[in-house]
């Protein structure tokens, strides 16, 4: 089943303001933000995860329902072999000390991408994490690990065409819904709010297709420097917006 077409928003909890339902954010600046304080990179990659905590918490407050991260791009394994192993290293490291908290909060893990990449050993810890945060419903954070856009859109091709070329759906069958339905994505509401830190404007082959219609917002602040203030005062900027999803 594909997702249900997503109102222009939920009620939040402060005031009646308009929140958004599902909210993207590509999480840009953890080095520049270590290099401008003459730090190691890990560092900055540290200090971006604190920044992955206060959001998380900040969207749970604020009555938002999908939380979409762009942890590790498909195109990232071009960064040094060293920095990969420190991605790898603190992603492992965060997964044993912040389980508990999703669990304390009610959130829910899913993961989009390929990140079978990452070996067995740590695919096995995230496997276990989806599964202990599965029944949990305040939020669900969705982590986008070796996850390139095309690729999705790709491969959801691929696979109609497959059905139609066995004889298995008629050619008139595909359409937006169907395609939808074939992205990892699927089942969660419409994108209404991609974020992006560190002042760069471009999408980064995320979300290609889910963020036809969602308000972008581009941000000079690097990551880790993110507050949950940056989080509400994005809500209000959404709220404030009209939305006419093409229709005037």
């Not at 590509?26 to 992955?52: F, Q």
């Not at 996850?147 to 595909?174: D, F, W």
């Not at 290609?208 to 917002?217: D, F, G, K």
Request: hydrophobic share 45%; aromatic share 8%.
């Amino acid at each position: 089943m594909t997702a249900a077409p997503a109102p222009e928003g939920a009620a939040g909890p402060a005031g009646g303001r308009t929140a958004p339902r599902h909210v993207a954010i590509i999480m840009d600046g953890n080095g520049r933000w270590a290099t401008k304080r003459g730090l190691p990179r890990i560092a900055g990659h540290k200090a971006g995860a604190e920044a992955v905590r206060r959001t998380m918490q900040a969207a749970a407050d604020n009555g938002v329902e999908v939380l979409t991260l762009y942890a590790f791009s498909s195109e990232n394994w071009k960064r040094s072999s060293d920095e990969i192993a420190d991605l790898t290293g603190l992603m492992r490291f965060y997964l044993e000390r912040e389980l508990a908290t999703l669990n304390k909060e009610g959130v829910k893990l899913r993961l989009i991408g390929d990140y079978s990449a990452f070996g067995p050993e740590l695919v096995a810890r995230l496997d276990r994490a989806v599964e202990h945060t599965a029944k949990n419903g305040r939020l669900t954070l969705v982590v986008a690990l070796n996850y390139g856009s095309r690729a999705e859109i790709t491969e959801a091709a691929r696979k109609l065409a497959t059905k139609v070329a066995a004889g298995e759906i008629a050619p008139q069958a595909v359409d937006e819904d169907a395609l939808a339905a074939g992205l990892q994505t699927n089942g969660l509401p419409e994108l209404d709010l991609l974020i992006r830190t560190s002042g760069e404007v471009r999408l980064s082959n995320f979300l290609l297709w889910q963020a036809a219609y969602a308000e972008l917002m581009f941000l000079d602040k690097l990551w880790p420097d993110f507050s949950e203030q940056d989080f509400a005062d994005a809500l209000e900027r959404f709220a404030a917006r009209e939305r006419r999803f093409g229709g005037r």
